[in-house]
Structure formats: structure tokens, C-alpha cells
Nanobody
Framework: QVQLVESGGGLVQAGGSLRLSCAASGRTFSWYGMGWFRQAPGKEREFVARISGSGSSTYYADSVKGRFTISRDNAKNTVYLQMNSLKPKDTAVYYC?????????????WGQGTQVTVSS
């Protein structure tokens, strides 16, 4: 069982930055790949980025590549999403999840989400 709690969301102007954090419970955090997803109002939840258990491998959706960076600190049981050059279309609830792949089906454990709002 893994419990995930996101934090760091908020309101930011276009072009600004935010760093999201996701704290995980449990001693087996490093066993799990971690991902970030987001869901805008009226839209499906979409993949944003993922990172392997060791942190050596990362992958991004094309829409955020070059602007977002996923990282993790296994000693702190935490995964991060650094978001730079934010755009209004990045506005969504952001979720972290434990699992693998680029689809929701690959992730078993989910956080409650944190709201990110980017104003123009």
C-alpha cells in the first residue's frame, strides 16, 4: 500500500514557475515508478511525465517537454515536478501516481491532486 499526497499547486502568471511535490508513505517507494498526470475541466486525465524507481529514466509528454522536469528523492520518499514557462493551457488538477507507463491503467496508487492555475 502506498499513500500519496501532492502539494505545491497554486495560481501563477503565464511564464512563471511552480514546483509540485508528492510525498509517499511506505518503505518501498524506490520500487515504484512514479508519474504525474493532469486533468483540466471537461477533459480526460492525461499523462505528463514519469520517472523510474531509481530516477535514472524519465519521459515526458510532448506538450511539456523542455518546460517540465520530473525528479525524485528516494531518501525523502518524494517525487517532484518542476514546471517552468507555464502557459494557461497547463491549468489543471495535477495528480501523482505510483506505477508505470503512459496511461492511467498502469498506475495503481493515486494522490488526491493539487490545483494549478495559470493566468494569462
Amino acid at each position: 500500500q502506498v499513500q500519496l499526497v501532492e502539494s505545491g499547486g497554486g495560481l501563477v502568471q503565464a511564464g512563471g514557475s511552480l514546483r509540485l511535490s508528492c510525498a509517499a508513505s511506505g518503505r518501498t517507494f524506490s520500487w515504484y515508478g512514479m508519474g504525474w498526470f493532469r486533468q483540466a475541466p471537461g477533459k480526460e486525465r492525461e499523462f505528463v511525465a514519469r520517472i523510474s524507481g531509481s530516477g535514472s529514466s524519465t519521459y515526458y509528454a510532448d506538450s511539456v517537454k523542455g518546460r517540465f522536469t520530473i525528479s525524485r528523492d528516494n531518501a525523502k520518499n518524494t517525487v517532484y515536478l518542476q514546471m517552468n514557462s507555464l502557459k494557461p493551457k497547463d491549468t489543471a488538477v495535477y495528480y501523482c501516481a505510483a506505477g508505470s507507463g503512459d496511461s492511467r491503467a498502469g498506475y495503481r496508487y493515486w494522490g488526491q491532486g493539487t490545483q494549478v492555475t495559470v493566468s494569462s
